[in-house]
Nanobody, 128 residues
Framework: QVQLVESGGGLVQAGGSLRLSCAASGRTFSNYAMGWFRQAPGKEREFVAVISWSGGSTYYADSVKGRFTISRDNAKNTVYLQMNSLTPEDMAVYYC?????????????????????WGQGTQVTVAS
C-alpha cells in the first residue's frame, strides 16, 4: 500500500548536517508510523528513529538522540530525517520504512519486522 523512495544522501564533513527525505505514494500514507534505519557495510541493519502515524510521538536510538530529528509532512507524503553533528560512525545506507500496521495506537514499531514497506536506501558518507 505504501511505496517509498529515499533521497538527500551524499558526502558531508564530520560535524556537518544533512537532511534525508522519503517520498511515499499511497492514499493511506498518513495512517502509518514511519521509521528510519541504517546499515553500514558488514553490519546489521539498525534502528535510527520512528515517528507515529499521528506525528505526535517520536523515538530515537541512543546513538542519535540530540543530533537527529524525524518529522513528517502528510500533505507532501514525505518523512524527513534531519541529521546534525555527523560523525564517521553515522556513515551508512539509510532506509525509510512504513509500519506494517495501520494507525498503530499502543506500541511503537522499532524493529525491522514491524515494518512492511521499505525504500531502496540512500547513501550517507561522512568524511573526517
Amino acid at each position: 500500500q505504501v511505496q517509498l523512495v529515499e533521497s538527500g544522501g551524499g558526502l558531508v564533513q564530520a560535524g556537518g548536517s544533512l537532511r534525508l527525505s522519503c517520498a511515499a505514494s499511497g492514499r493511506t500514507f498518513s495512517n502509518y508510523a514511519m521509521g528510519w534505519f541504517r546499515q553500514a557495510p558488514g553490519k546489521e541493519r539498525e534502528f535510527v528513529a520512528v515517528i507515529s502515524w499521528s506525528g505526535g510521538s517520536t523515538y530515537y536510538a541512543d546513538s542519535v538522540k540530540g543530533r537527529f530529528t524525524i518529522s513528517r509532512d502528510n500533505a507532501k507524503n514525505t518523512v524527513y530525517l534531519q541529521m546534525n553533528s555527523l560523525t564517521p560512525e553515522d556513515m551508512a545506507v539509510y532506509y525509510c520504512a512504513a509500519d506494517r500496521v495501520s494507525r498503530r495506537l499502543w506500541a511503537t514499531p522499532r524493529v525491522p519486522a514491524d515494518f512492511g514497506s521499505w525504500g531502496q536506501g540512500t547513501q550517507v558518507t561522512v568524511a573526517s
